[in-house]
DNA sequence: GTTGCGCAGATTTTT
DNA sequence: TCTGCGCAAC
């Protein structure tokens, strides 16, 4: 029997909530994967629930991992392989394997990632004359992509979004027949195959709702509209859904993330049970009641009120730095200070908005000898020499991936270049073949009879490379039908087909590199073949595609381990005890992308920042720059709309000075601090250069920020702004706090600025 | 087929 | 400012 006793009442209520529709909205923090774990435990255990009955969907493989883990933890000896715990993703591409004799797929199909299908939309573009600068790829793709989000498919009633007339719309369907011809399934095509053959076959719908008891479905507010029709037929018969999300962290709207997934659940099952999760175990009071206060700001939510139990703790500190370079500073100093105080590295963590701020934080890191990582980044499998071995291996399994076929026909040389591959690559259009097959037959007919390719004007040496690569080709894939094992006959590509001694050739460090990367492939290969039941080469490339989550168990440095650094996309779902979110700033957090992007791109900035202060369990610290280098130019964008929405009782608003400096001086940021700095002035400018500053933390008193009456600027006075001179006050609204101004500057532009944050004075 | 220059563009990336 | 890419020249 299942012990529910460390559980909350609501908690309890969504485990033995069973039968029926559910939404269980869960905050951050709330316990969700705790929840989820004991309702599966309780199926299984006490209504005796065969784990092949149950279907559980999540986004990501760490997360179906993880709970495989705590299941199999709660219950030993269970069967894990029967649990069917797994993405959305890797549950399509395995049940379109078993039945893709009804789509006319062959069940060996490739999987196309997001760098394939560009390939393709690419190639669409060239073959009808039309330059990648009139049109740029990504947006074919992104059309496609939009179609499938939303549950399309070619001969499709058509579904929201879909309209023949569309500009792209025919590019779309020549896609779509690109991928067949290449027995391939791009990511967004795997959920809309499985859709398409539930519709046409309504006898294999049956079958798998008969199957499927119980269906959950985690991370909810991730699903596009073709997961969500995906579930709906799936769970038809029984209606035991099960849907766990939470709106206010839904980041991924641009991916076709929609949230109205989880805002019209209701209206889809009248009779669903709604259940919110709204205690918070993770984080302080304070940090707790900030971000609350934040993400209510927000419209399109369900809304919920996260409470803790736990004691008030720090305040959060809002730094204000100088500069970029200052805030790195400042993050590696008290970094370096919280470990002397006896706070792990890997207990800290730091979050931005973008990539390309993890540089600076990374130099000043190193500088002060802090152990760090970056989480993220560089992908393996998308490193050259790595997807050259995966191409081999994939046209190992799927003759026809054109792709793969023509990124390694000529790796390393045989003298078949681009103009030859061109040849052959409007052969096969028009015979509508693959590359394969058309140089099969080439070769063939230079052996025997066959047919007359004569028209095709290939060198002789030219057709004897091909003839050699084919019989390559061809031994290999003998090789996997008697199922050799995946690491020898990586072992044979490698070598066989001279990639290695190609390599060798070459003694910079950059081989180097990539000799070892080939041995990690090698590895990764071995690792798969003693976890995997049966280790074939399709599994692991289907393993590889679907699970990007590459790096190998990162040997964790012992001890106190390492701060990390990440995206506050790549921090969902985790939690540190000491949390920076830097960059903080308008048109950094949120992203400038999203400040003219309307109110829904806000939201989802502000949602963004949400998760980012709700990974924090103790202390929170935000920074902004009054300057950063941006574009190779020092922007002003003056501190995050977001920091405002923190209460002010909330914070401490800490203004770095450092010593180099030698005015005393005062921010003029916010409305509690004296007007006369100016932040922009030359004379108190921090250098860029490295030398070591020491930096004295000025606490200012979070003075309630009390309204005056009476605007600062109104209408029609005369102001200065450092940064674009002087003008006019043209429009004000507003008071204290809230106070905004529209100024007319000399050279005729129209700004507009919060007064307590922009650096005007009075002429 | 490789090298190099110039130019445009520059979020986020569970699969 | 930095990078990645397309295209032109060797």
Redesign the pocket.
């Known amino acids: 029997m299942v012990n529910l006793s460390s559980l909350n009442p609501v908690q309890k209520e969504a485990v033995l909530k069973t039968d029926g529709p559910v939404m269980i909205l869960a905050g951050a923090g709330s316990g969700k994967t705790k929840t989820l774990v004991t309702r599966i435990t309780y199926l299984l255990d006490d209504k005796n629930l065969s784990p092949h009955q149950l279907l559980a969907l ?6 179906a991992r993880e709970m495989r883990e705590r299941i199999a933890h709660e219950i030993p000896g269970l069967d894990i392989g029967s649990l069917q715990i797994t ?4 549950f399509c ?1 395995r049940l379109l394997r078993s039945e893709a004799n009804f789509l006319g797929l062959s069940r060996n199909f490739t999987i196309y ?2 760098g394939e299908s560009k390939a393709i939309a ?1 190639s669409l573009l060239e073959r009808r004359g039309i ?3 009139e049109i ?2 990504y947006e074919i793709l992104s059309y496609i992509d939009g179609l499938k989000n939303n549950g399309y498919y070619p001969g499709r009633d058509m579904a929201e979004g879909a309209d023949p007339s569309d500009e792209y719309f025919g590019y779309f369907e020549e896609y779509e027949s690109e991928l067949h011809r290449a027995n391939a399934v791009d ?2 095509g ?1 959920i809309t195959a499985v859709i398409q053959l539930f519709e046409k076959f309504p006898d294999v719908l049956n079958r798998y709702q008969n199957r499927y008891h119980y269906v959950l479905v985690d ?1 909810y ?2 699903t596009n509209r073709a997961q969500f029709e995906l579930i709906k037929m799936l769970c038809g018969k029984r209606r035991n859904i099960c849907v766990v999300g939470d709106e206010d962290q ?3 709207s ?4 929609d949230i109205r997934n989880i805002l019209d659940f209701e209206k889809i099952f009248p009779d669903v049970q709604v259940l919110k999760l709204e205690q918070n175990y993770r984080s302080s009071k304070t940090i707790i009641e900030a971000a609350s206060h934040v993400i209510q700001k927000n419209t399109l939510r369900k809304g919920k009120q996260m409470w803790t139990a736990n004691p008030e703790g720090d305040e959060i500190d809002i730094v204000e730095c100088f500069n970029d370079k200052e805030e790195a500073e400042f993050v590696a100093q008290e970094t370096a200070k919280l470990f002397n105080a006896g706070v792990s590295y890997k207990e800290m963590a730091v979050f931005y ?5 993890a540089r600076l934080i990374e130099d000043s890191l190193r500088k002060y000898k802090i152990n760090y990582r970056v989480v ?1 980044g560089v ?1 393996f499998y998308e490193r050259k020499e790595i997807k050259d071995m995966l191409s081999y291996m994939r046209l190992i399994i799927n003759s026809k991936d054109s792709l793969a076929l023509s990124r390694i026909i ?1 790796v390393p ?1 045989r ?6 591959l061109r040849k052959l690559e409007i052969e096969a259009v028009n015979a509508n073949s693959s590359l394969w097959d058309i140089i099969e037959k080439i070769v063939d007919s230079q052996r025997a009879s066959g047919e007359d390719f004569s028209h095709i004007k290939l060198s002789a040496k030219i057709k004897s490379s091909l003839s050699e690569f084919v019989t390559l080709i061809s031994e290999l894939r003998l090789l996997d039908e008697n199922k050799v094992k995946p690491s020898l006959i990586y072992e044979k590509v490698l070598h066989e087909s001279g990639y290695h001694s190609f390599l060798k050739a070459n003694k910079d460090y950059e081989t180097l590199a990539r000799l070892e990367n080939l041995d990690e492939l090698l590895n990764a290969i071995t690792q798969f073949e003693e976890s995997a039941e049966v280790p074939t080469l399709s599994g692991f490339l289907e393993t590889i ?5 590459s790096e190998f168990d990162e040997a964790a440095i012992p001890n106190s381990g390492e701060v990390s650094l ?5 921090a ?2 985790l939690e540190f005890t000491h949390a920076f979110v830097v960059g903080a700033e308008e048109n950094v957090f ?5 400040v003219d ?1 309307g109110e829904s ?1 806000m939201e ?2 502000r949602r ?1 920042f949400y998760v980012a202060m709700t990974r924090a369990m103790k202390k929170l610290y935000v920074t902004f720059a009054q300057g950063r ?1 941006l ?3 020092v922007k002003f964008n003056g501190p995050s709309r977001f920091i405002d929405e923190i209460p002010e009782k909330l914070f401490t608003w800490k203004k770095l000075s450092n010593t180099s400096r030698s005015t005393e001086f005062h921010s003029s940021w916010g409305g509690k601090h004296d007007d006369n700095y100016d932040p922009y002035d030359q004379s108190q400018e921090t250098k860029y250069g490295d030398e070591e500053v020491v930096y004295q933390i000025k606490e200012t008193a979070a003075t309630p920020r009390e309204s005056y009456h009476q605007p600062k600027f109104p209408k029609g006075s005369k102001v200065v702004h450092s940064l674009y001179g002087s003008g006019k006050v043209e429009d004000s609204e507003g008071s204290g706090a809230d106070e905004k101004v529209l100024i007319k500057f000399a050279d005729g532009a129209r700004k507009k600025f919060m007064v307590k944050f922009a650096p005007i004075v009075m002429a």
């Open positions: 999540t986004f990501s493989n760490k997360a993405t959305f993703h890797a591409a990632d997001e690419k330059s990648t600068k740029n790829p990511f967004g795997l991370e507010q991730d839904s980041i991924y641009w991916r076709g993330a908005r973008s990539n390309a701020q993220g992908k000529n040389a003298g078949v270049g681009a103009t030859s595609t679907l699970d990007t989550s990440m995206t506050v996309h790549g969902k779902g949120p992203s400038y992308r999203s992007g791109a989802e900035e963004l280098m574009f190779g130019q």
